[in-house]
């Protein structure tokens, strides 16, 4: 059944038994072939803005009397090292995130001051498309939580929303008290959506839908690995719905501080 085994065959007395021992190497194989394919990915990704970057500063070189063309290429030269620093970025915080060992210290956040700083890191990409940023939802809802990765994967999900979505739209991110142990951040956007045959593969290292146009947005093609990652690690789960044309919904399910639920207003409290 495509299994794999290491069989060891040894002699037991003199009487002509063997011993047999089975040992089943199915899953350190698959571990090993995942590795593998990671390292050879990294090195994809690095060797081209490497290269790019080694390409242009040999051309500049020979440009130096033109300084029109020096300043093209010293801004693609820009551009590239862009990429190779969000790639190195993105490949450490996957790497504190995906091992086994839980996260150091995580102290209780607010949800409004993760969206906020997130949303304020999107804010330049959302202007420059005139995409409309919103955000909303439940005041005073607290996770336990490393602020910082929860802001980067918040903030991975709001620049893909803009990154995957036409001008002159909006992007809404709100949050939700699901019951009385959860909560929800949803980032809802009008964007180009995901076909229902690939949402199954979004969340792997370097799975893209279309290469071309996420290397277009600067897309490491690691964010939503880190989302997931990131969400597990704070006991919680990234789901997305999305409608090809119409845009994509992703949701940040996350377990909640017991905090005691807001009277609705003109309600009375208890005492
Ligand atoms: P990338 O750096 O390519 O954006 P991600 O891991 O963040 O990598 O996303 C993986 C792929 O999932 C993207 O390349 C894109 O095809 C798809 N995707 C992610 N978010 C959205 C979205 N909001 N709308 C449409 N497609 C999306």
Known sequence: ??????????????????????????????????????????????????????????????????????????????????????????????????????????????????????????????????????????????????????VTALRNLVDNAVAYSPEHTRVVVSTRRCDETHVEINVTDQGIGIPEAEIERIFERFYRVDPARSRQTGGTGLGLAIVKHVTSKHGGDVTVWSKEGHGSTFTIRLPLIDTPRRPAAGATAFP
Not at 59 to 76: H, K, S
């Open 1 to 150: 059944d495509g299994r794999w085994f290491a069989v060891r065959v040894a002699p037991l007395g003199s009487h002509g038994l063997v011993l047999v021992l089975a040992e089943d190497l199915t899953d350190m194989r698959r571990t090993e072939a995942i590795r593998r394919d990671f390292v050879a990915n990294v090195s994809h990704e690095l060797k081209t803005p490497v290269g790019a970057l080694s390409l242009l500063a040999e051309t500049v070189e020979g440009a130096a009397d033109d300084p029109d063309a020096v300043r093209r290429f010293a801004g693609r030269m820009q551009y590239e090292s862009v990429r190779l620093n969000n790639l190195v970025q993105d490949l450490m915080t996957l790497s504190r995130v995906q091992g086994d060992e839980p996260l150091p210290e995580l102290t209780p956040v607010t949800l409004e001051e993760v969206m906020a700083e997130a949303l304020e890191r999107c804010q330049i990409k959302a202007v420059a498309k005139d995409i409309q940023l919103a955000a909303g939802g439940e005041d005073g809802l607290r996770v336990r939580a490393d602020q910082e990765l929860l």
